[in-house]
Each structure stands twice: as structure tokens, then as C-alpha cells.
């Protein structure tokens, strides 16, 4: 795999690394005995170069001929170069390759060995909807679609302006070009629109039990709205709202994150979802970027704001990155920059094997060796640590968190926002006739003594439902609106309304 199975040779298998199609087909039956559903990730953007599509394609076999982007390039001083100043962030150089077979350029917005597929082609179009199709008889229950952002690109190949900024002079860097020619095209919102619309048939058709769709974007809210679809035409289920991740630091303040959330809000379509992410396994880990300190009042945040909290694996027990030398570096973004640079670009660390418990690879695996070394602090953060009821943990204050969502108040109700000051983060939410739910974070390093009045919508009395790790008060601690909360640095608690 030259990108972690995101360079797919067979669109319908399952890489031998991973196991069979036998084991896939146990897997999705023993799941739906436990009421859990599996998504499938769907790789829309590119195959693999070793995949028979492109093989047949370089070899102008039809139908396959124009499955990929290809070009003659262009003659500069009696030289061929490429058509254009299009790059690559994980090649670090042109997005276009010379095929010496072919005699043509093909396009590739993640590596070589990733050659974009041609959209602009009906039977491409169909090829990935028939994929879709093969899956959702599998048993999925749905897609997260990768990289949707750079699906279609420009038909006349044009350049792209160059932002002009002193502080990104490397001409394959992401800030050195405005990608307007290759990035969320508007047929990219529609082929969304359609790959929906394939699944709406196919449930309509079979047990008409909804499939989801999940797209990556980590474009701007105003244009990721886009992916909802329209009033008349549904897109995904949700874009990924990634903007906690690049947008908050471990110096941000209560009034940063109420700005993203607000911001969020205030673009999302009438009737459409909201979702909130922390991390994902393209940045380094919550722990790590926030401070483990955080992980309990952030992962209150996500799942007491309205619509779908997404966890990466690990935030739930506060895992941080492993350290990942270069000798044991598998990530080809980082390869591709070389030894001096690696740790600019590498995703290895927030890739580490899951923490289970404290025994040889936290219990990940029985093999000498992990694909990447588990991380160093397996001992102290692991699953079975977190589940001995005797003492708080990370992973206790998630499954409560997960317990408090069945609540018709974080289901449907209304979200209200509060800053009190630079530390401390109110979220409220409420529905008539049920009861309030009010979480109280301190995202701060500071003592914050906090006047609950001062919190309009709270209620005359609330019991404590869920609080994070060493906080001074525990579960079933009832206070009123006229009490004093003292709040150590970083703790944070969810209260219930309180009728007795």
C-alpha cells in the first residue's frame, strides 16, 4: 500500500492485509447482532495505479481509455512540461506524472501511485455508483466519502492564481495557490447529490432503513455547507465539521471556540444537522493539540451541542500522540519530504495502535512488531485502566455522556451559547417540557468562581449529572440558580434540571 489503503487496486475486495471478504461478511453479521452499524470508507477521488482500470487505460483500451485525467502537456523551449502549475501536497512537487507507456501526463492530487480518476466520464460516474451499490448489499450501513473536495477539476486545465504571500514561497506548498480550479468545482455538490440519491433508491428499493453519507471537507463553512445539498436536493447527511481542528489552540480561549460554534450554526441549512469533531487521523490527537487536561470538558462539548458528536478512536480514554521515529515512519506524506523534515508533515502519531490495556502492544495485537509502534504511555491511558469502576476516568465520563444523549432536550432542543469570561464556556440547551441540561466548562488554567444567575437560562435547581475527572463535585450534587460554582482549571460538569 503506498498510502495506507487509500490507493485501492480492487474497488470490490478486501486487501489480504485486512483478511477476506468471508471475514468482512462475518464481521457485518456479528455487528448487527449487537445493534451496531458499520460504515464503509468510500475513496471516490483516485484508484490505485496498479488497478486494472488504469492499467487498461494506459494502454488505450476502451472503454478505460479516458477513466483518468491524462494530457499531452506542453512544449517550453523544446521541452515538454506539464499543462499546468497544478501540485501536489503529499507528492511535494506537479500533480502530473509522465507515463512513458502512454506517452501522456496523468493527474494525481495525492501521490503517483494515486491517479485521479476522470468524473467528467458517464461510465466512471457509473462504475462508482455500482460500487456503492456492491457495498450497501454487503450490509454496510453507509459511507464516509474521502477527500470529496478535489473530485472534479477544471476542464480547460487552466493555472491557478498564485497567492503572492512573503510567508509561503515554496511553489508545492498549499498556501502558495488559490486552488479555485481544483477543489469544490460545482459538479463536485452535485455528483454528492447523486451519490445520495443512489442511496435513497437502494433502501427504498430493499428495507427502506436509511443509509448515511459522511463527507471530508475541511473547507470554510459558508462553502461546506454546500454538501448538505439543497431545499429541493439532498446531499450528505453531513459534511465533517472540522473546525475545531485547525481553528483552536492550546491558547484558545472560551470566546474562539463560542465563534466556531456560532459560526456553524448560524450557516447551517434550515432543517440540516450539525456535527462537531475534535480530531480525526489527519492531525495530531485532542490530547496532544489541547492538552490532556481538556479531553473531559471538550468531549462534554461535542455531545451536549446539537446534532452528531464524532469521536476519533482514543479521545474517548484521552489518548495523545505516540512518537513515531523515522526509522519506523510509514505515512508517505512524510516520506516524501525526507528525514530532516518528516515531523512537519507525518500523520504516524496520531495513527498509533488503540490503548486496551496495559499487556505487550496495549493489547492491540499478538505480533512481535505493530505496523507503527504503540505509544509510549499505553501503561497509564488503556481501556481496562479507564473500566475498573473503582476509580473516575476518562472513559467513564464518555459513557456517561453517551447515556445523557437519549435526553429529548440534547436531541431536539434549543442551543444557547454563553461566555462568562475568557475561561469559561456555557452551553444550554432546551426543550419546552422537558428538562434543561447546562454544561459548565472551564477551558482555562485558572480558578473560576462562577455565579449561576449569571447563567439566564439556568434553572431554579439542577443536579449534577456528569463531571470530569477530579473535579471537586461529584454526581448528584444539586445546586440552585443563586449558588457559587468554584471551577478548578479545566474541569467542567453537566447539570440536569431538578424537580423534586
Not at 184 to 212: C, G, H, I
Not at 394 to 400: A, M, N, S
Amino acid at each position: 500500500m503506498a498510502d495506507h489503503g487509500y490507493d485501492i487496486s480492487d474497488f470490490r475486495a478486501i486487501d489480504p492485509l485486512f483478511g477476506t471478504m468471508n471475514d468482512f461478511d462475518k464481521l457485518i453479521r456479528e455487528a448487527n447482532g449487537l445493534d451496531i452499524k458499520i460504515i464503509m470508507d468510500f475513496v471516490p477521488n483516485h484508484s490505485s495505479d496498479e488497478h486494472e482500470w488504469f492499467e487498461k487505460s494506459v494502454k488505450r483500451i476502451d472503454p478505460y481509455t479516458d477513466y483518468y485525467v491524462w494530457h499531452d502537456g506542453k512544449i517550453v523551449n523544446g521541452t515538454r512540461q506539464p499543462p499546468n502549475n497544478w501540485t501536489s501536497e503529499m507528492a511535494h512537487s506537479s500533480a502530473w506524472e509522465w507515463h512513458s507507456e502512454r506517452k501522456q501526463y496523468y493527474y494525481h492530487q495525492f501521490t503517483v501511485k494515486q491517479p485521479d480518476l476522470n468524473y467528467r466520464n458517464p461510465k466512471v460516474v457509473q462504475e462508482m455508483k455500482d460500487i456503492l451499490i456492491f457495498w450497501m448489499k454487503k450490509g454496510v450501513a453507509g459511507f464516509r466519502v474521502d477527500a470529496i473536495s478535489p473530485l472534479f477539476e477544471d476542464e480547460q486545465l487552466r493555472d491557478e492564481p498564485v497567492t503572492n504571500k512573503p510567508d509561503c514561497p515554496v511553489p508545492s506548498d498549499k498556501c502558495y495557490k488559490y486552488p479555485i480550479y481544483t477543489r469544490n468545482l460545482p459538479e463536485t455538490f452535485d455528483m454528492v447529490v447523486q451519490w445520495r440519491d443512489v442511496l435513497k433508491e437502494y433502501a427504498a428499493k430493499t428495507d427502506n432503513v436509511s443509509k448515511v453519507m459522511m463527507v471530508e471537507s475541511y473547507e470554510s463553512p459558508p462553502l461546506v455547507m454546500k454538501y448538505y445539498g439543497n431545499s429541493t436536493h439532498d446531499g450528505a447527511c453531513f459534511p465533517f465539521n472540522f473546525q475545531f481542528i485547525p481553528n483552536v489552540t492550546i491558547d484558545s480561549n472560551a470566546h474562539e471556540y463560542k465563534a466556531l460554534i456560532d459560526k456553524w450554526m448560524d450557516n447551517l441549512p434550515e432543517g440540516r444537522v450539525a456535527n462537531w469533531v475534535l480530531g480525526n487521523h489527519d492531525r495530531h490527537r485532542v490530547g496532544t493539540r489541547l492538552g490532556p487536561e481538556r479531553i473531559d470538558s471538550l468531549n462534554m462539548l461535542i455531545m451536549t451541542l446539537p446534532g452528531v458528536g464524532v469521536t476519533y478512536q482514543g479521545e474517548e480514554i484521552g489518548m495523545e500522540d505516540g512518537f513515531v521515529s523515522w526509522e519506523d515512519t510509514q505515512d508517505p506524506n512524510a516520506l516524501n519530504a525526507g528525514e530532516e523534515l518528516y515531523l512537519n508533515y507525518t500523520r504516524d502519531p496520531e495513527r498509533t495502535p488503540f490503548h486496551w490495556d496495559g499487556t505487550k502492544n496495549a493489547g492491540f495485537s499478538t505480533a512481535n512488531k505493530t505496523w507503527l509502534p504503540v505509544s509510549e504511555k499505553y501503561k497509564e491511558t488503556n481501556v481496562k485502566l479507564q473500566s475498573n469502576g473503582s476509580i473516575e476516568s476518562h472513559l467513564e465520563v464518555y459513557r456517561q455522556l453517551i447515556q445523557l444523549r437519549v435526553e429529548s432536550s440534547l436531541k431536539f432542543g434549543e442551543l444557547e451559547t454563553l461566555v462568562l469570561n475568557d475561561n469559561v464556556l456555557i452551553v444550554v440547551r432546551i426543550l419546552k417540557e422537558n428538562k434543561t441540561i447546562v454544561s459548565i466548562l472551564n477551558l482555562g488554567k485558572n480558578l473560576e468562581n462562577i455565579k449561576l444567575n449569571d447563567i439566564k437560562s439556568f434553572p431554579s435547581k439542577a443536579i449534577l449529572q456528569i463531571n470530569s475527572v477530579g473535579a471537586n463535585y461529584k454526581t448528584g450534587y444539586v445546586v440552585t440558580r443563586d449558588s457559587v460554582l468554584p471551577l478548578k482549571p479545566y474541569e467542567g460538569y453537566v447539570f440536569l434540571e431538578f424537580n423534586n
